[in-house]
């Protein structure tokens, strides 16, 4: 069986902080900071195996339900790795693409976000965080940007063009640690044919190895879009 081509964008979902954190008897915003540390590690690792973009399931339009004070720590890793984002976008070469509804956070962070995008519009790399971000919603924004556009009927491609990762394009990868099965309304439309990678390890945990056992995962599977393998499939039935 010929492998594949290595990803050319892939998607985390960054599960088990609070896991991670609660196995060594620590607050659970223990974790978040360590995932925080991982993130910034994985996207390095990504530039260096020449990934076009990557897209981090940052916070989710559900997790507002989690208590006050671990919302209030995520937001604050938030603010700091912004403003850490500023004084290196030019030596990182990382272009930074916020998804999701920006209403409901702070001025001061959409301000952030709003110079981050701005200035790191030339970079190579993508990088897309998700903040506040819900598959469903997304579906819809994008048919109500396509109706305000004047479309009467609404096609595949009106909805895949208001998209939040219209510059991405879809995941061929999609990763999630922590040892759930599930996508958590994250990314339905773009990963209809995406490839998925779960695995047991925590976020706080997921490594350069982690990395590289996911890409080869990737690798070794044939992409049928629908259709057949080259080779044949179901019994050596082609088309």
């Known amino acids: 069986m010929s492998e594949n081509k290595p990803p050319r964008h892939i998607a985390f979902i960054m599960d088990g902080n609070g896991r991670w954190a609660k196995m060594r008897n620590m607050p659970r915003e223990n974790g978040h900071k360590e995932g925080a540390k991982t993130f910034r590690k994985v996207v390095d690792m990504c530039k260096d195996r020449g990934i076009d973009a990557i897209t981090f399931y940052a916070f989710s339009s559900e997790n507002w339900k ?25 030596k990182n070469d990382v272009r ?19 110079e981050v995008e701005q200035k790191s519009k030339n970079n190579k790399l993508l990088l897309n965080i998700a903040i506040n971000y819900g598959g469903k919603q997304e ?92 080779s044949g499939d179901l019994g050596g039935e082609k088309l």
Do not use: C
């Open 96 to 114: 930074i693409v916020f998804l999701g509804d920006r209403t409901p956070l702070a001025q001061k962070l959409i301000t952030l976000m709003d």
């Open 139 to 230: 579906i819809v924004t994008a048919v109500n940007k396509a109706l305000k556009e004047g479309k009467t009927e609404i096609t595949e491609e009106d909805i895949q063009n208001n998209l939040y990762t219209v510059l991405s394009g879809d995941p061929d990868l999609i990763v999630r640690t922590g040892g759930e099965i599930r996508i958590s309304n994250y990314l339905i439309w773009q990963s209809a044919y995406s490839e998925f990678y779960f695995t047991d390890v925590l976020w706080p945990d997921f490594d350069e190895k982690e990395l590289d056992k996911a890409i080869g995962a990737y690798m070794s599977r044939q992409r049928r879009f629908g259709g057949l393998a080259e």
């Open 66 to 90: 989690r208590p006050k004070h671990e919302v209030d720590a995520i937001m604050l890793l938030f603010r700091d790795y912004l403003i850490d984002a500023l004084d290196e976008i030019v």
